[in-house]
């Protein structure tokens, strides 16, 4: 009898140990515990996910430091994210962002650290046991030099658009080392495949090479984790909207009345950009007044149209008015509506799509001297 009641407890607890386990890979929590120096007793600690296209922090946990130390715990969903780390009551003394992932980490460093502004890192704070910060340090070093190199190719672009003619030879050049440009920082991506930090950092790449069919082939190779994490599920939604794709149809009321609809003017196009802008929108305005009204002028008999979509509201006399001050001839409808479609690319204006003969995708965030090579290209082959 004894012996059964053993045979029995034994049964009962290996079934308990299994349920946990089991409990605990369908629910993997991170747990962090520090060594960092100069904290201060009963100081608050703050833990959160950082926010992406323009939403709000998400807490995650928070303690006081006790005996010069805190620990904080929780759960990552679809991870790895990116998260802040502030320490301090009122004015934080402490500040610092890594990847975070259900993993076992400590955190070593010094309250009066600083952050390399070049490479955004402390290298005196460190994450210790998790590979989710490692993967972005691997990146991040890279990624900083090329977005230093690609910065200063565009203040050079800026600086000819406003000092100078149009030039095709001298934009070739340009538009060609820009090209060497983004085969360096695909091949970036290409060798890192595997890092879990991936789909992050191609959400911070400028909306013209994040377009490139590429990136598609490259997310479909990569890990599932990866393409599963949130950033991944991100990654996925910003790729049904790269070259080669159909562009999103929609129709709407023109400034005049009539109803236009996508496949109606890409029907007598050869090629069609749908500029995406606002009355209240300097950079857009300025952006028409000194590039896109002469191009559209200059191409529009080769095949050239546009489509402006505003966000204003259709009755607004703002947008009526900024229609005949800047002198826009080609299409305009306006509606939140189609920008919708187009997120996250419509996102931030001044923004523009380009779209070929077929309805298909085949450039993004073109302005400028660059849109005028493009079309020059476009339009002599």
């Given at each position: 009898?004894?012996?059964?009641?053993?045979?029995?407890?034994?049964?009962?607890?290996?079934?308990?140990?299994?349920?946990?386990?089991?409990?605990?890979?369908?629910?993997?929590?991170?747990?962090?515990?520090?060594?960092?120096?100069?904290?201060?007793?009963?100081?608050?600690?703050?833990?959160?996910?950082?926010?992406?296209?323009?939403g709000?922090?998400?807490?995650?946990?928070?303690?006081?430091?006790?005996?010069?130390?805190?620990?904080?715990?929780?759960?990552?969903?679809?991870?790895?994210?990116?998260?802040?780390?502030?320490i301090?009551?009122?004015k934080?003394?402490?500040?610092?962002?890594?990847?975070?992932?259900?993993?076992k980490?400590?955190?070593?460093?010094?309250i009066?650290?600083?952050?390399?502004?070049?490479?955004?890192?402390?290298?005196?704070?460190?994450?210790?046991?998790?590979?989710?910060?490692?993967?972005?340090?691997i990146?991040?070093?890279?990624?900083?030099?090329?977005?230093?190199?690609?910065?200063?190719?565009?203040?050079?672009?800026?600086?000819?658009?406003?000092?100078?003619?149009?030039?095709?030879q001298?934009?070739?050049?340009?538009?060609?080392?820009?090209?060497i440009?983004?085969?360096?920082?695909?091949?970036?991506?290409?060798?890192?495949?595997?890092?879990?930090?991936?789909?992050?950092?191609?959400?911070?790449?400028?909306?013209?090479?994040?377009?490139?069919?590429?990136?598609?082939?490259?997310?479909?190779?990569?890990?599932?984790?990866?393409?599963?994490?949130?950033?991944?599920?991100?990654?996925?939604?910003?790729?049904?909207?790269?070259?080669?794709?159909?562009?999103?149809?929609?129709?709407?009321?023109?400034?005049?009345?009539?109803?236009?609809?996508?496949?109606?003017?890409?029907?007598k196009?050869?090629?069609?950009?749908?500029?995406?802008?606002?009355?209240?929108?300097?950079?857009?305005?300025?952006?028409?007044?000194?590039?896109?009204?002469?191009?559209?002028?200059?191409?529009h008999?080769?095949?050239?149209?546009?489509?402006?979509?505003?966000?204003?509201?259709?009755?607004?006399?703002?947008?009526?008015?900024?229609?005949?001050?800047?002198?826009?001839?080609?299409?305009?409808?306006?509606?939140?509506?189609?920008?919708?479609?187009?997120?996250?690319?419509?996102?931030?204006?001044?923004?523009?799509?380009?779209?070929?003969?077929?309805?298909?995708?085949?450039?993004w965030?073109?302005f400028?001297m660059?849109?005028?090579?493009?079309?020059?290209?476009?339009f002599?082959?």
């Amino acid at each position: 009898m004894n012996l059964l009641r053993k045979i029995t407890f034994v049964t009962f607890f290996i079934v308990i140990m299994i349920d946990q386990s089991v409990n605990a890979q369908k629910n993997p929590r991170f747990l962090i515990t520090s060594s960092i120096m100069g904290l201060k007793e009963g100081e608050m600690v703050r833990l959160s996910l950082e926010p992406i296209y323009g939403g709000h922090e998400m807490p995650i946990d928070s303690c006081e430091v006790r005996k010069g130390a805190f620990k904080l715990q929780g759960h990552i969903s679809d991870g790895p994210r990116l998260v802040i780390l502030r320490i301090g009551n009122t004015k934080y003394q402490f500040e610092r962002r890594f990847m975070l992932d259900n993993e076992k980490i400590k955190l070593q460093g010094k309250i009066g650290s600083q952050v390399d502004k070049y490479f955004a890192v402390d290298t005196s704070f460190h994450v210790i046991g998790g590979r989710a910060e490692i993967d972005r340090r691997i990146l991040i070093g890279p990624l900083v030099i090329w977005n230093s190199g690609i910065y200063k190719l565009r203040i050079y672009l800026d600086y000819l658009k406003d000092s100078t003619e149009y030039n095709n030879q001298l934009m070739e050049a340009l538009e060609n080392t820009k090209l060497i440009f983004e085969n360096e920082i695909k091949n970036v991506f290409a060798f890192n495949l595997y890092n879990k930090s991936l789909p992050y950092f191609f959400l911070s790449l400028p909306p013209y090479i994040r377009c490139d069919s590429f990136f598609v082939t490259l997310y479909r190779n990569m890990g599932e984790g990866s393409r599963n994490s949130y950033y991944g599920k991100l990654m996925k939604g910003v790729l049904q909207l790269s070259e080669g794709n159909l562009a999103p149809e929609f129709s709407s009321s023109t400034v005049n009345g009539p109803i236009i609809s996508l496949k109606g003017v890409i029907d007598k196009s050869k090629l069609t950009i749908v500029d995406f802008w606002g009355s209240t929108c300097g950079p857009c305005r300025k952006e028409f007044r000194s590039s896109l009204v002469p191009l559209y002028k200059e191409f529009h008999d080769k095949g050239l149209n546009v489509i402006g979509v505003s966000w204003d509201d259709y009755k607004s006399e703002k947008w009526r008015k900024a229609i005949l001050d800047d002198h826009l001839t080609w299409y305009q409808v306006a509606g939140q509506d189609i920008f919708a479609l187009y997120k996250p690319w419509s996102g931030a204006s001044p923004a523009n799509v380009l779209i070929d003969q077929n309805g298909r995708i085949v450039a993004w965030n073109l302005f400028g001297m660059e849109l005028h090579c493009y079309l020059d290209r476009y339009f002599r082959n």
